[in-house]
């Protein structure tokens, strides 16, 4: 590290989320703060920059998609002791175009390897394209010689570079939360928008990955759109050159170690073993996408029940879906298709006394997310693609007791790191029955060896850390541009 001190004066925070949800109540705005990966690792940046500045002013901006009930609201109550929100609005028809198009009906599909499920519309990325003018205007109205901006995932591609061309001289980050695919995926779309995409993100001073694999994906686009020169881990502009490098994101270890012994958890977990009549328990948690692998998952777990009847009335899979996008065709389907699989494996094999799946279709309160981490004895996390998985890295945290198997896809970022946990390929249904046996089956020495070392990367890999070296990142770009106005 060149430079253990921050020299940034503020820390501006750019995605299509807000840090909070507004609530109106009869006193007025309640800012509910989320507790997402992203905002702790905020928090600590801000901590750390905060404890090196001397003066650094001690909020922390943050800009984000405003929806139509924000404009009802006194923009000066949108700040709480940690942040000041300030919401981008924008013509409801850009944003339909920008958010449901181009983000979730092309760039998701598409980057997660669904092709088929992606549609190209002309109207989106002019959608996008305004959207993304929408927040540099937001921008550029506050932004500030000296300032760090860091913009956060695939909403927002295009701005980097729109930043770069209206203030050169300001220092930016960009963080993608998402697989970046092969080229052979980005050559779908077409000529300008693949250009505009890649350029657009080289707008930054430094831009992150999850995996090293992504970091190559993305630096094989640059030389397929570009043909700048690339040299280890820099791309060589002809005024300065964008750093790209992976970053795993993680997890507040300590925050998840220390909740499962809290009461009200340990009521609920119990409450919740009682309720299952002690059986063995296989858990999962994913929002409803097609990404996640759900009916692979519940397939594998039908194949295990049919070759182990031994185990039929002895293990739950307790499986929980979250609502999301569920308007949209794609999203209905797998929805339809989540449940008939399950309504079937019940019907073939529950009795009056025992259910094989439960399932519902709901979101979790913090608690009970808590108590199935760690009450249950397997977590099952298999999805088909996925940039990082938080939810794997929360269950080996959670375990302090160090019992409990972690079956995880080998196509979720995650498994680069997590080595110790039983690594399948989540179409393989047979190889998720044999997962799901060894899991059962596991000598408790076994797991325990599995969790320790699992445990002790996360601990040395948490959030915290994350944050801190994309921090030192950045004040190793600005000590290589001694030219740089910092204030
Ligand atoms: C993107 C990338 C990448 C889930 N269900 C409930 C609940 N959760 C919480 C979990 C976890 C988070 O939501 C989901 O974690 P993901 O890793 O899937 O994160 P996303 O933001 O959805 O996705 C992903 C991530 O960005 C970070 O870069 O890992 O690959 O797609 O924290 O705990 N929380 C509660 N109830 C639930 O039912 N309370």
Known sequence: MKNSKSSFKRLLIVSYRLPFTVKQTEQGAELIQNSGGLV?????MAERMGQSQEGMASKIHWLGHGDASLQQIDPATLENDTFVAHPVFMDEVVHKGFYEGFSNDLIWP???????????????????????????????????????????????MLLPDMLRQAMPNITIGYFFHIPFPSYEIIK???????????????????VGFHTVDYVQYFMQSVSEVTNLPIIGQRIVLPDRSVVVRDFPISIDFNKFNLTGQETDVVETRQHYQNLLRNNKIIFSVDRLDYTKGITYRLQGYERFLLQNPDWHDKVTFVITVVPSRDKIGHYQEIKREIEETVGRINGLFGTIGWRPIVYSYTSLTFTELMALYTGCDIALITPIRDGMNLVCKEFVASRQDLHGVLILSELA????????????????????????????????????RRLLSMRTHLQNHNVFRWSSEFLTAFDDVLSNQPDMETD
Do not use: C
């Open 40 to 44: 702790s690792a905020v928090l600590s």
């Open 110 to 156: 598409l980057f997660h390897y669904f092709p088929s499920y992606a549609s190209f519309r002309e109207s989106d990325f002019d959608h996008y394209q305004q959207a993304n003018t929408r927040f540099l205007e937001e921008l550029t109205a506050f932004v500030e010689p000296g300032d760090l901006v860091w913009i956060h995932d695939f909403q927002l």
């Open 188 to 206: 779908l779309l077409p000529r300008t928008w693949r250009q505009a995409l890649v350029r657009g993100i080289l707008g930054a001073d430094i």
């Open 413 to 448: 970022g995650a498994a680069q790191e997590l080595k110790e946990a039983v690594i399948i390929n989540p179409t393989d249904t047979q190889e998720v029955a044999d997962a799901i046996k060894q899991g059962l089956n596991m000598s408790p020495q076994e797991q325990e």
